[in-house]
């Protein structure tokens, strides 16, 4: 596939004008937020937006109806979310958020800010697309699948597999090593693309980069037993005990709206926090008993922490007023699903059915609420897709 636009995604410096006005996307590589940067984001939240901290698919943030964009990005830039005017989109790193404190092989965190780094450092790479994604996977296979460009997936202790438009490569290098491959693998992308935003659109992109990496580096091989890369849906949600017996609380956040307000209660917290790629977040590193306090506090604010609640199946895209395609307010409609009980368990059967007024949507387990057929913000995976269209909802079920 060739393209023939620039592609167009929004940052700090470059807005896009949404229906209900500027629109700005801030990185959040790894979605690692120190309580001081999150502080900051609510305060920009509330003088220069419309008050809240919109969480994307992929773990970055969003404001609406900018107000100062010049205050926004001198805002950001002092709580080092903006450290790069020239590389600021390209910074698009999703990594396993319970990485290092549950579960998986290793700890990818650390890689983030080395490949943050070594993205910045190079002139070159500023003129990757602004869609490109890389994932760093720990080896429990919850950001592999989510249709990365570039991506590392933990084998072992001292082992990644090299993923390339989301399929294995057969590559395998130790962690040392992780790093630089990707920042190779994100030249040689530069290198083959005409005008193709992601790896998957160049003919035959994932073997012709392989062939690149593995000419320059002699060492290397594809000869690694190939792993299955699959979507999965898996919200890290409620209390989690870390290996060193600290406490992480996974949070589900309604539709992905932070409220600045709720963020001011997070930060005050002042321990770090993670982002997912499932537009929820993890509080990281309490003690027992401010954990049970945390929920106490939080939950009332709408904060999510029980595994079971609808609120985790469903999510929308912006639709109306953010969004001129739209043929109506999803996130309403949405709203309206969860809290009259239309939002049912996963194991409920559905058939498709169309031209249905919003009050009628009644559906099961996972769901995307869209207010045009483009789908937007949809989740990987098996999803029921709900669409508004001219005549009404048509219902989708997942496959
Ligand atoms: S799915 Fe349609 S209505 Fe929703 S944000 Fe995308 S273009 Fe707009």
Known sequence: MTRSDPDSCPGVLRLHEAADGPLARIRVPGGQLSPEQLQALAAAAVDLSDGNIELTSRGNVQFRQVRDAAALSEHLTAAGLLPSATHERVRNIIASPLSGRVGGWTDVHPLVPALDAGLRAAPRLAELPGRVLFT???GRGDVSGLGGDIGIHAL??????????GNDTGVRVPPAEAVDLMLAAAHSFLELRDAQWRLHEIPDGRARVTDHLLTARTDLDASGDPIEVVARQDIPIGWLTQHDDKIALGAGVRLGSLPARTAEFIAAIERPILLTPWRSLVITDLDEWPAEQVVRVLAPMGLIFDANSPWLQVSACAGMPGCAKSLTDVRADATAAVDSGRVLPTAT???PREG?????????GRQHWSGCDRRCGRPKGAVT???ATPDGYTITPAD
């Not at 202790?157 to 438009?165: G, K, P, Q």
């Not at 249905?356 to 099961?364: H, K, N, P, Q, R």
């Open 136 to 138: 760093l996977d720990d």
């Open 356 to 364: 249905l007024d919003s009050t009628e949507v009644i559906a099961s």
């Open 385 to 387: 897709d709900i669409i």
């Open 156 to 165: 072992d202790e001292n082992t990644y597999a090299l993923l390339l438009a």
């Open 349 to 351: 059967t559905q058939s």
